[in-house]
């Protein structure tokens, strides 16, 4: 089965503070995605990545960065952390053609003080 | 602008009976269609998907339906069982249209025993 693994379940930060989310995947998927779950709002693409250091944004990629050295990690980076972007971070990845089934990360929800 | 909608944020179905989950879009481009689910701490995983070029797909307990001229998708669930309670996600793609998947904001299924 696919494994895809965010490093933490839970993060509380403060205002200002910069934010690194991880995620790893251990399928040598080629893309990595990066999405936010607000309710009412379903899930929103924040950045992608088809490719090691490639990166594409999203609907939503105000406020992030996205950084992929290697082809099994993808970190998601708030520079500058505020409150609106408290949140449930989903990663995902997928293999080959675009319309793929997305692979999910059980999710790091974000609270931003 | 939502371009995939979930009308309806919650659904209570009897144990046994059919549970319809609806889906309807507004981009004409969408060409593949796929439902998540969706277990409270856990990410999304893939049930079930069609192409446009289907109007009917079937996978033992869940059927999705594709109405084109309708825009509309719907995801049937017989018999229903309370372990299928969980957040349906449906979503859509452009299979040439890059990477980009629109998700609806969820309809929560509650199957009663």
């Known amino acids: 089965d696919v494994k895809v693994t965010q490093s933490s379940r839970y993060l509380v930060k403060r205002t200002g503070e910069k934010v690194f989310l991880e995620c790893v995947q251990d399928?040598?998927?080629?893309?990595m995605f990066w999405y936010r779950q607000d309710p009412g709002l379903g899930l929103r693409l924040i950045y992608f990545s088809y490719d090691v250091k490639m990166k594409e944004k999203g609907d939503i990629p105000e406020g992030y960065s996205v950084s992929r050295e290697k082809k099994e990690r993808f970190s998601l980076i708030l520079e500058s952390a505020s409150t609106n972007q408290t949140s449930m971070y989903l990663c995902?990845?997928?293999?080959?053609?675009?319309?793929?089934?997305?692979?999910f990360g059980s999710g790091t929800q974000l609270s931003v003080l | 602008d939502q371009q995939v909608k979930q009308n309806s944020p919650s659904l209570s179905v009897q144990e046994g009976r059919i549970s319809i989950l609806n889906c309807d879009y507004t981009?004409?481009?969408?060409?593949?269609f796929l439902w998540y689910k969706k277990y409270p701490a856990e990410g999304p995983t893939f049930l079930i998907s069609?192409?446009?070029?289907?109007d009917k797909n079937e996978d033992g307990r869940f059927t999705v339906f594709l109405n084109k001229s309708a825009k509309h998708l719907s995801l049937h669930i017989v018999p229903s069982q309370p372990g299928d309670s969980a957040v349906y996600f449906c979503?859509?793609?452009?299979?040439?249209?890059?990477?980009?998947?629109?998700f609806g904001a969820g309809t929560r299924l509650f199957v009663k025993a």
């Open positions: 995902a990845s997928s293999f080959g053609q675009s319309n793929e089934k997305l692979f």
């Open positions: 399928m040598d998927h080629e893309n």
């Open positions: 069609i192409s446009s070029i289907k």
């Open positions: 981009n004409s481009m969408f060409d593949y």
């Open positions: 979503a859509a793609s452009v299979s040439t249209g890059g990477f980009k998947t629109i």
